[in-house]
């Protein structure tokens, strides 16, 4: 095989598919029609003779071949976006609206916001903690730029990782061994809510809510106090509380689809673009 070189192009629509999961959101990435994106792909493919995407009925599955290029996509794409911004001078400004939940910005935001700051002094960022569910209106609204989100369908944004659930309690109070189990949870709406419960049905364990609250600090405070257990994120469970498991009568949790979710309106802001890129390299690799 004659050996092509890789145009830009291919590998930007190939990353874009990658992160969208799909061609037709993929399209609106990169500002091109689908059959376009589609047409980039197949030349891509051409020139390797490898195939890099499995084309399932409901979605897009790396090949290995795909996957030993992603990585090498992602690093030629970063190399020309500095080589542009060391020649031209270009210095981003504007400001980035940014979503993130409580449980998640120290330990996953803080250290990507610290690699973006220095570099980019000429944007602000507007920092929002709420709920998942509060935050994945606003960016679809145009409310926000960027969030960092526990996803809520599978379409949703851009997945960096899964985050796993863990039961918690205080080390003084055995409340595990309680019938009906108090528990504490999150809004209506919120997926730990519904994991947590969803658990306790399967295993036809009783329980009662004694505690409501979207906040995290309300959560923690409700189980130091000895009010009740939690299901919490395991990046956000603090080390002097007990997780608990199948010893104490309770079953696994689902993990957290962790993804990063932009607006509509936001693409085109350079701003925004290099904080998403960021994003997703920064957290992919970390997770």
Known sequence: MNAQDLQ????????????????????????????????????LEDALGRRLL?????????????????GYARRMLDLQAEAQAAVLGEELT??????????????YLTPVLKRFAPKHSGVEIELNCE?????IPRVASGD????????????????L???????????????????????????????ARRGAIESLAQQGRRYKVVYNSSSLAGQIAAVESGLA???LTQCSAPAHLQVLGASHGLGPLSPMEVAVYRSRESRGNKAVDSLHSLLIKTLRLSA
């Open 94 to 107: 504007g400001r980035v609206r940014l979503g993130v939940p409580d449980d998640y910005a120290a330990r």
């Open 8 to 43: 830009i192009d291919w590998l930007k629509c190939f990353v874009a598919v990658v992160d969208t999961g799909s061609l037709s959101s993929a399209a609106g990435e990169v500002h091109r029609s689908q059959s376009a994106v589609s047409m980039q792909i197949k030349k």
């Open 131 to 135: 709920q998942s569910t509060s935050l």
């Open 161 to 191: 990782f899964h985050e796993p659930m863990v039961w918690v309690g205080s080390t003084q109070f055995e409340l595990w061994r309680r019938d009906p189990l108090p528990i504490a949870v999150y809004e209506d709406t919120s997926l």
């Open 144 to 159: 926000l730029d960027l969030a960092l989100i526990s996803r809520d369908h599978a379409r949703r944004g851009t997945l």
């Open 54 to 70: 499995d084309r399932g009925p409901r979605k897009l599955q790396l090949t290995a071949d795909g996957q030993t290029l992603l």
């Open 229 to 231: 257990v939690a299901a």
